[in-house]
């Protein structure tokens, strides 16, 4: 990510907590960024779209938390899948997107609240889709109903915790107390043949872009060589870490790039010490080759 891009959407963040979104003008986020106007429609059309670019910011951190710590471990590993959860958790909080969500909840603007719904939508399916790697094929059908009886018992005991009797929880405590109660309708949910919402029932905010293996491939191998040209003309990147970045270039470049090669390197990547400069476009081919590699085990 750019810099600049990233301090406007810095600046808009806390003003978005601080002021709440609905006041926030364009201006205040200017003043806070301290930048021209001229900057800020660079990077963005609208405050709409600022918002929206520090909830895919949020997303993709996320993302590539749980991909990291899934690294080695098996699919049905179930507290590899609470440890995933609360990464979402954790991050939101971190971020304070709880806040941030209530000041947009009633926004009039479209493309806003579609995006917002396709950000709950495609967490809904992520959960659903690892219910059915931890429970079986067997139990897809029922998938997205689990996965809404899941957040609705974690979200409802955490906001009572907080809000009504004063208990810090922690999520990964009731994420962990969700998984067990939800694990006897899980197991005899074959018995019945009632579903509310079946495979297919959010297609209209279907959370695949439509991007396939290829597209992530060229498009991540096309962010890293401009990455690396810029580094080579500022050479300011630590040695070892161009390394490992020329190593993925040329991983990329193969017709079949080796899964788990690409993990490896991407692991020893993300421990290595960051070069502020370039930590954000790191970052984000990072989470672009996390994706290529999750598109490739899917076949």
Same mark, same amino acid.
């Given at each position: 990510?750019?810099?600049? #891009?990233?301090k406007? $959407?810095?600046?808009?963040?806390?003003l978005?907590i601080?002021k709440g979104?609905?006041?926030?003008? $364009?201006?205040? $986020?200017?003043?806070?960024?301290?930048?021209a106007k001229?900057?800020?429609?660079?990077?963005?059309?609208?405050?709409?779209?600022c918002?929206?670019? *520090?909830?895919?910011y949020?997303?993709?951190?996320?993302?590539?938390? #749980?991909? /990291?710590?899934?690294?080695?471990?098996?699919?049905?590993n179930?507290?590899?899948?609470?440890? @995933?959860?609360? $990464?979402?958790?954790?991050?939101?909080?971190?971020?304070?997107?709880?806040?941030?969500?209530?000041?947009?909840?009633?926004t009039?603007?479209?493309?806003?609240k579609?995006?917002m719904?396709?950000y709950?939508i495609t /967490?809904?399916?992520?959960?659903?889709k690892? +219910?059915?790697?931890?429970?079986?094929?067997?139990t897809?059908?029922?998938?997205?109903?689990?996965?809404?009886?899941?957040f609705?018992i974690? @979200?409802h005991?955490?906001?009572v915790?907080?809000?009504?009797v004063?208990?810090?929880?922690?999520? /990964?405590?009731? *994420?962990?107390?969700?998984?067990n109660r939800i694990?006897?309708?899980?197991?005899? @949910? /074959?018995?019945?043949?009632?579903v509310?919402f079946?495979?297919?029932?959010?297609s209209?905010?279907?959370?695949?872009?439509?991007?396939? *293996?290829?597209?992530?491939q060229n498009?991540?191998?096309? @962010?890293?060589?401009?990455? *690396?040209?810029?580094i080579?003309?500022?050479? #300011?990147?630590?040695?070892?870490?161009?390394d490992?970045?020329?190593? +993925?270039k040329?991983?990329?470049?193969?017709?079949?790039?080796r899964?788990?090669l690409?993990?490896?390197? +991407?692991?020893?990547?993300?421990?290595?010490?960051?070069?502020?400069?370039?930590?954000?476009?790191?970052?984000?081919?990072?989470?672009?080759?996390? #994706?290529?590699i999750?598109?490739?085990?899917?076949g």
């Amino acid at each position: 990510m750019n810099l600049k #891009r990233k301090k406007i $959407i810095d600046a808009a963040h806390q003003l978005f907590i601080e002021k709440g979104f609905a006041t926030t003008s $364009i201006q205040d $986020i200017l003043n806070e960024a301290n930048i021209a106007k001229g900057t800020f429609y660079n990077y963005f059309n609208s405050k709409n779209e600022c918002l929206m670019a *520090i909830l895919e910011y949020v997303r993709q951190e996320s993302d590539q938390e #749980r991909l /990291e710590i899934a690294f080695g471990k098996k699919k049905d590993n179930e507290q590899l899948f609470i440890d @995933q959860i609360a $990464i979402r958790f954790n991050t939101d909080k971190k971020h304070n997107l709880i806040g941030l969500f209530s000041s947009v909840s009633f926004t009039e603007d479209e493309d806003l609240k579609n995006f917002m719904i396709k950000y709950h939508i495609t /967490e809904i399916h992520w959960v659903a889709k690892r +219910l059915t790697e931890i429970f079986g094929p067997e139990t897809e059908r029922y998938a997205l109903d689990h996965s809404i009886i899941f957040f609705g018992i974690i @979200q409802h005991f955490l906001y009572v915790g907080k809000m009504w009797v004063q208990k810090d929880l922690t999520a /990964e405590e009731v *994420i962990s107390f969700a998984l067990n109660r939800i694990k006897p309708i899980i197991n005899t @949910q /074959e018995e019945s043949s009632e579903v509310i919402f079946e495979k297919g029932s959010f297609s209209a905010f279907n959370n695949d872009s439509g991007e396939n *293996i290829a597209d992530i491939q060229n498009q991540a191998n096309i @962010q890293l060589s401009k990455l *690396i040209n810029k580094i080579e003309r500022g050479r #300011r990147m630590d040695p070892d870490k161009m390394d490992l970045l020329e190593f +993925l270039k040329e991983e990329l470049g193969r017709n079949k790039p080796r899964i788990l090669l690409l993990e490896g390197v +991407l692991m020893s990547l993300s421990k290595s010490p960051t070069a502020t400069e370039y930590e954000y476009e790191v970052r984000g081919i990072s989470s672009m080759i996390w #994706r290529l590699i999750e598109k490739i085990r899917e076949g």
